[in-house]
């Protein structure tokens, strides 16, 4: 019987042995073992075609028959369990769980519904969306994706000054990064 080192090394070019090909044509799992070695060096080789065609089918049927058969018998002294019983026994440990993901289900749609309607009621530009909120210190702020509260004409000096080198730190660093990835 040949080996997979055999099979291996006949699959590389490194043997030529005519007896291992006959026994592969008769012997369906060392030409399956074959196949699958010829399937490992085209995918390492990166050669592999768009489409694969893997037939499951023999093996799954296999994995079948051997699966034992479940037959549900009733003893003579005891009633069989009522179909409630049943799912209570199967899903008593899933139900809580699946309660938490029911409540969590419908938080997050009221929610998302809230902030729809709020940004649909409120929306006075159809262009940009404004939602005015009242913060803690009693002033209302407009909260929106394109507001910029400090425009450079309100910055001052310093904050410009910081925000510049702040710029000028980061592309020193993003030069440096650069210089480090050439070498």
Request: overall charge negative; aromatic content about 4%.
């Amino acid at each position: 019987m040949a080996n997979k080192e055999h099979i291996s090394a006949l699959v590389d070019g490194e043997i030529q042995d005519k007896v291992l090909l006959e026994q592969l044509g008769r012997d369906p799992e060392l030409s399956d073992t074959f196949g699958r070695y010829h399937l490992y060096g085209d995918a390492m080789r990166n050669e592999l075609p768009a489409r694969l065609q893997l037939d499951l089918s023999d093996r799954i049927a296999a994995a079948l028959e051997q699966e034992p058969a479940i037959v549900a018998s009733a003893s003579p002294g005891k009633s069989s369990p009522q179909p409630g019983q049943v799912l209570r026994a199967r899903f008593g440990r899933l139900a809580p769980v699946l309660r938490h993901a029911g409540q969590f289900a419908v938080a997050a749609s009221v929610s998302a519904a809230v902030i729809f309607g709020v940004q649909q009621y409120s929306q006075s530009d159809p262009q940009t969306p404004v939602l005015n909120t009242i913060p803690l210190s009693g002033a209302a702020a407009p909260v929106s994706l394109n507001y910029q509260a400090d425009t450079p004409e309100r910055m001052s000096e310093q904050a410009l000054l910081e925000q510049q080198r702040r710029i000028n730190a980061l592309l020193m660093d993003h030069e440096l990064q650069q210089r480090l990835r050439q070498n």
